[in-house]
Protein backbone atom coordinates (compact mmCIF):
# COMPACT_ATOMS: atom_id res chain seq x y z
CA UNK A 1 0.00 0.00 0.00
CA UNK A 2 0.71 3.45 -0.52
CA UNK A 3 0.66 5.43 3.00
CA UNK A 4 -2.61 7.99 2.56
CA UNK A 5 -4.06 6.40 -0.38
CA UNK A 6 -7.38 4.93 -0.80
CA UNK A 7 -6.88 1.60 -2.02
CA UNK A 8 -9.17 0.19 -4.89
CA UNK A 9 -10.47 -3.18 -5.54
CA UNK A 10 -11.93 -3.46 -8.97
CA UNK A 11 -13.15 -6.79 -10.33
CA UNK A 12 -12.67 -6.83 -14.35
CA UNK A 13 -16.02 -9.24 -15.06
CA UNK A 14 -14.47 -10.00 -18.94
CA UNK A 15 -16.88 -11.54 -21.07
CA UNK A 16 -18.85 -13.67 -18.40
CA UNK A 17 -22.10 -12.75 -17.02
CA UNK A 18 -26.13 -12.97 -17.96
CA UNK A 19 -28.98 -11.16 -16.37
CA UNK A 20 -28.41 -13.87 -13.61
CA UNK A 21 -25.54 -12.65 -12.16
CA UNK A 22 -27.50 -9.51 -11.02
CA UNK A 23 -27.96 -11.27 -7.93
CA UNK A 24 -24.27 -12.15 -7.15
CA UNK A 25 -23.89 -8.37 -7.35
CA UNK A 26 -26.84 -7.95 -5.37
CA UNK A 27 -25.23 -10.08 -2.91
CA UNK A 28 -21.67 -7.63 -3.35
CA UNK A 29 -23.79 -4.60 -2.53
CA UNK A 30 -25.05 -6.18 0.64
CA UNK A 31 -21.59 -7.15 1.84
CA UNK A 32 -20.32 -3.92 0.83
CA UNK A 33 -22.91 -1.65 2.93
CA UNK A 34 -20.22 -1.21 5.93
CA UNK A 35 -17.17 1.00 4.57
CA UNK A 36 -14.18 -1.25 4.13
CA UNK A 37 -11.68 1.32 3.95
CA UNK A 38 -11.21 0.84 0.25
CA UNK A 39 -13.13 1.54 -3.11
CA UNK A 40 -15.01 -0.82 -4.75
CA UNK A 41 -15.51 -1.64 -8.55
CA UNK A 42 -17.12 -4.26 -10.51
CA UNK A 43 -16.63 -3.85 -14.28
CA UNK A 44 -19.22 -5.81 -16.00
CA UNK A 45 -19.94 -6.88 -19.99
CA UNK A 46 -21.70 -3.61 -21.65
CA UNK A 47 -24.61 -5.50 -22.09
CA UNK A 48 -25.11 -5.34 -18.35
CA UNK A 49 -23.88 -1.82 -17.17
CA UNK A 50 -27.09 -0.21 -17.13
CA UNK A 51 -29.08 -2.83 -15.19
CA UNK A 52 -26.40 -3.49 -12.42
CA UNK A 53 -26.06 0.37 -12.27
CA UNK A 54 -29.79 0.45 -11.83
CA UNK A 55 -29.40 -1.46 -8.89
CA UNK A 56 -25.81 0.07 -7.77
CA UNK A 57 -27.48 3.82 -7.66
CA UNK A 58 -24.95 5.88 -5.52
CA UNK A 59 -24.03 2.38 -3.54
CA UNK A 60 -20.39 1.32 -2.35
CA UNK A 61 -19.50 -0.39 -5.47
CA UNK A 62 -19.19 1.88 -8.56
CA UNK A 63 -18.75 0.82 -12.40
CA UNK A 64 -16.84 0.23 -15.11
CA UNK A 65 -16.77 -0.80 -18.68
CA UNK A 66 -14.13 -3.02 -19.89
CA UNK A 67 -12.87 -1.08 -23.01
CA UNK A 68 -14.10 1.94 -25.47
CA UNK A 69 -13.98 3.44 -28.96
CA UNK A 70 -11.21 6.81 -29.34
CA UNK A 71 -13.88 8.43 -30.85
CA UNK A 72 -17.78 10.30 -29.55
CA UNK A 73 -19.72 8.00 -32.10
CA UNK A 74 -19.68 7.35 -35.72
CA UNK A 75 -19.43 4.62 -38.24
CA UNK A 76 -17.61 2.00 -35.83
CA UNK A 77 -20.02 -1.04 -35.57
CA UNK A 78 -19.95 -3.24 -32.56
CA UNK A 79 -17.60 -0.15 -30.26
CA UNK A 80 -19.05 2.08 -27.56
CA UNK A 81 -17.74 5.34 -26.44
CA UNK A 82 -16.49 6.65 -23.57
CA UNK A 83 -19.60 8.84 -23.16
CA UNK A 84 -21.94 5.75 -23.71
CA UNK A 85 -20.40 3.86 -21.05
CA UNK A 86 -20.80 7.42 -19.00
CA UNK A 87 -23.89 7.40 -19.99
CA UNK A 88 -24.92 3.78 -19.10
CA UNK A 89 -23.58 4.34 -15.43
CA UNK A 90 -19.90 3.97 -15.31
CA UNK A 91 -17.33 6.74 -13.77
CA UNK A 92 -14.18 4.29 -15.08
CA UNK A 93 -12.94 2.11 -17.27
CA UNK A 94 -10.56 -0.21 -18.30
CA UNK A 95 -7.77 -0.07 -21.37
CA UNK A 96 -5.09 -1.99 -22.75
CA UNK A 97 -5.94 -4.81 -21.10
CA UNK A 98 -3.21 -7.78 -22.65
CA UNK A 99 -6.40 -9.54 -23.77
CA UNK A 100 -7.12 -6.59 -25.57
CA UNK A 101 -3.69 -6.22 -26.78
CA UNK A 102 -3.13 -9.31 -27.35
CA UNK A 103 -6.84 -10.40 -29.47
CA UNK A 104 -7.40 -7.13 -30.92
CA UNK A 105 -3.74 -6.39 -31.52
CA UNK A 106 -3.87 -2.72 -30.02
CA UNK A 107 -0.91 -0.69 -29.73
CA UNK A 108 -0.13 1.79 -26.14
CA UNK A 109 -0.51 4.88 -28.79
CA UNK A 110 -4.05 3.54 -29.45
CA UNK A 111 -4.22 3.27 -25.79
CA UNK A 112 -3.64 6.27 -25.03
CA UNK A 113 -5.85 7.94 -27.26
CA UNK A 114 -8.52 5.70 -25.51
CA UNK A 115 -7.17 7.30 -22.46
CA UNK A 116 -7.88 10.39 -24.08
CA UNK A 117 -11.72 9.51 -24.69
CA UNK A 118 -12.34 8.14 -21.34
CA UNK A 119 -10.98 11.36 -19.80
CA UNK A 120 -13.40 13.56 -22.32
CA UNK A 121 -16.24 11.62 -21.27
CA UNK A 122 -15.42 12.29 -17.32
CA UNK A 123 -14.00 8.44 -16.81
CA UNK A 124 -11.31 7.21 -14.59
CA UNK A 125 -8.98 5.02 -16.95
CA UNK A 126 -7.44 2.30 -15.53
CA UNK A 127 -4.70 1.59 -17.87
CA UNK A 128 -2.97 -2.08 -17.73
CA UNK A 129 0.38 -2.72 -18.75
CA UNK A 130 2.55 -6.45 -17.78
CA UNK A 131 5.14 -8.22 -19.34
CA UNK A 132 4.65 -11.60 -21.28
CA UNK A 133 6.14 -15.06 -19.75
CA UNK A 134 9.25 -14.89 -22.81
CA UNK A 135 9.83 -11.05 -21.88
CA UNK A 136 9.99 -11.76 -18.29
CA UNK A 137 12.33 -14.56 -19.11
CA UNK A 138 14.67 -12.54 -21.02
CA UNK A 139 14.54 -10.40 -18.15
CA UNK A 140 12.70 -7.23 -20.33
CA UNK A 141 10.35 -6.98 -17.58
CA UNK A 142 11.23 -3.51 -16.67
CA UNK A 143 11.86 -2.49 -20.02
CA UNK A 144 8.81 -3.54 -20.90
CA UNK A 145 6.37 -2.49 -18.47
CA UNK A 146 7.79 1.10 -18.55
CA UNK A 147 7.51 1.42 -22.02
CA UNK A 148 4.10 0.48 -21.93
CA UNK A 149 3.15 3.24 -19.17
CA UNK A 150 4.85 5.70 -20.90
CA UNK A 151 3.33 5.46 -24.18
CA UNK A 152 -0.18 4.15 -23.07
CA UNK A 153 -0.81 7.30 -20.14
CA UNK A 154 -0.91 10.93 -22.31
CA UNK A 155 -0.09 14.02 -20.74
CA UNK A 156 -2.01 15.50 -17.73
CA UNK A 157 -2.74 12.25 -15.97
CA UNK A 158 -3.77 12.90 -11.97
CA UNK A 159 -4.90 10.74 -9.32
CA UNK A 160 -8.39 11.47 -9.92
CA UNK A 161 -8.29 10.26 -14.15
CA UNK A 162 -5.33 7.36 -13.91
CA UNK A 163 -5.34 4.27 -12.01
CA UNK A 164 -2.63 1.39 -13.42
CA UNK A 165 -2.76 -1.96 -12.99
CA UNK A 166 0.47 -3.96 -13.45
CA UNK A 167 -1.11 -7.59 -14.59
CA UNK A 168 1.98 -10.44 -15.65
CA UNK A 169 0.28 -11.80 -18.54
CA UNK A 170 1.55 -14.96 -17.49
CA UNK A 171 -0.15 -14.54 -14.20
CA UNK A 172 -3.71 -13.75 -15.31
CA UNK A 173 -6.10 -16.83 -15.42
CA UNK A 174 -3.35 -19.22 -13.96
CA UNK A 175 -3.38 -19.30 -10.34
CA UNK A 176 0.41 -18.13 -10.28
CA UNK A 177 1.45 -14.95 -8.97
CA UNK A 178 5.51 -13.74 -8.81
CA UNK A 179 7.09 -13.24 -5.70
CA UNK A 180 6.30 -10.93 -3.16
CA UNK A 181 10.08 -9.03 -4.17
CA UNK A 182 9.18 -9.44 -7.98
CA UNK A 183 6.07 -7.54 -7.05
CA UNK A 184 7.40 -4.71 -5.26
CA UNK A 185 10.36 -4.24 -7.56
CA UNK A 186 8.09 -3.82 -10.66
CA UNK A 187 5.55 -1.45 -8.48
CA UNK A 188 8.47 0.77 -7.28
CA UNK A 189 9.71 1.17 -10.82
CA UNK A 190 6.17 1.96 -11.75
CA UNK A 191 5.90 5.00 -9.35
CA UNK A 192 9.42 6.33 -10.12
CA UNK A 193 7.96 6.48 -14.13
CA UNK A 194 4.98 8.25 -12.49
CA UNK A 195 6.09 10.67 -10.36
CA UNK A 196 9.38 11.33 -12.71
CA UNK A 197 6.63 12.16 -15.26
CA UNK A 198 3.85 13.77 -12.79
CA UNK A 199 5.56 14.81 -9.95
CA UNK A 200 3.53 14.93 -6.76
CA UNK A 201 0.18 13.87 -8.48
CA UNK A 202 2.37 10.41 -9.69
CA UNK A 203 3.10 9.88 -6.08
CA UNK A 204 -1.10 8.94 -5.36
CA UNK A 205 -1.78 7.22 -8.21
CA UNK A 206 -2.92 4.17 -7.40
CA UNK A 207 -1.18 1.14 -9.01
CA UNK A 208 -3.49 -2.05 -8.52
CA UNK A 209 -1.45 -5.63 -8.92
CA UNK A 210 -3.67 -8.08 -11.25
CA UNK A 211 -3.53 -12.01 -11.79
CA UNK A 212 -4.72 -14.73 -9.88
CA UNK A 213 -5.81 -12.10 -7.31
CA UNK A 214 -7.44 -14.76 -4.65
CA UNK A 215 -9.12 -13.92 -0.96
CA UNK A 216 -6.15 -16.20 0.24
CA UNK A 217 -3.27 -14.25 -1.31
CA UNK A 218 -4.88 -11.08 -1.39
CA UNK A 219 -3.50 -9.56 2.09
CA UNK A 220 0.44 -10.62 1.17
CA UNK A 221 0.05 -8.99 -1.92
CA UNK A 222 -1.65 -5.48 -0.21
CA UNK A 223 0.98 -5.30 2.26
CA UNK A 224 3.72 -4.85 -0.35
CA UNK A 225 4.59 -1.08 -1.22
CA UNK A 226 2.89 1.15 -3.59
CA UNK A 227 0.72 -1.78 -3.99
CA UNK A 228 -2.68 0.10 -4.04
CA UNK A 229 -5.26 -2.37 -4.80
CA UNK A 230 -5.89 -5.00 -7.05
CA UNK A 231 -7.64 -5.82 -10.55
CA UNK A 232 -9.23 -9.10 -9.95
CA UNK A 233 -10.38 -11.40 -13.23
CA UNK A 234 -12.03 -14.91 -12.03
CA UNK A 235 -12.51 -13.77 -7.88
CA UNK A 236 -14.73 -11.33 -8.93
CA UNK A 237 -17.68 -13.51 -10.26
CA UNK A 238 -18.54 -14.36 -6.99
CA UNK A 239 -19.83 -12.20 -4.28
CA UNK A 240 -17.63 -14.42 -1.30
CA UNK A 241 -14.77 -14.13 -3.43
CA UNK A 242 -14.31 -10.73 -4.10
CA UNK A 243 -15.51 -9.22 -0.88
CA UNK A 244 -12.76 -11.88 0.54
CA UNK A 245 -10.41 -9.86 -1.68
CA UNK A 246 -12.16 -6.51 -0.47
CA UNK A 247 -11.48 -7.58 3.68
CA UNK A 248 -8.10 -7.93 3.07
CA UNK A 249 -7.86 -3.98 3.17
CA UNK A 250 -10.08 -4.24 6.36
CA UNK A 251 -7.36 -6.70 7.93
CA UNK A 252 -4.35 -4.52 7.35
CA UNK A 253 -6.28 -0.87 7.90
CA UNK A 254 -7.48 -2.59 11.18
O1 LIG B 1 -6.90 -10.07 -16.06
C1 LIG B 1 -7.21 -9.96 -14.90
C2 LIG B 1 -8.00 -8.82 -14.42
O2 LIG B 1 -8.07 -7.82 -15.40
C3 LIG B 1 -6.82 -10.98 -13.88
O3 LIG B 1 -7.55 -12.14 -14.12
P1 LIG B 1 -7.51 -13.33 -13.03
O4 LIG B 1 -7.78 -12.68 -11.69
O5 LIG B 1 -8.61 -14.25 -13.47
O6 LIG B 1 -6.15 -13.94 -13.09
Redesign the pocket.
Known sequence: MTPGVRPLVAG?W?MNGLRGSEREFEAMLERARADRGADLMICPPATLLMRLSAIAGNGPIALGGQDCHAEVSGAHTGDLSAEMLADAGATAV?LG???RRQDHGETSAQVAAKVEAAWRAGLTAIV?VGETEAERDEGRAVEVVLGQLQGSVPEGATHETLVV?Y?PVW????GRTPTAEDVREMHSRQREGLKARFGKAGEAIRILY????KPANAAELMAIANVDGA??????LKADDFMGIAAAYETLSG
Open positions: NKIHSECAEAIGTGGSVLVGGAS
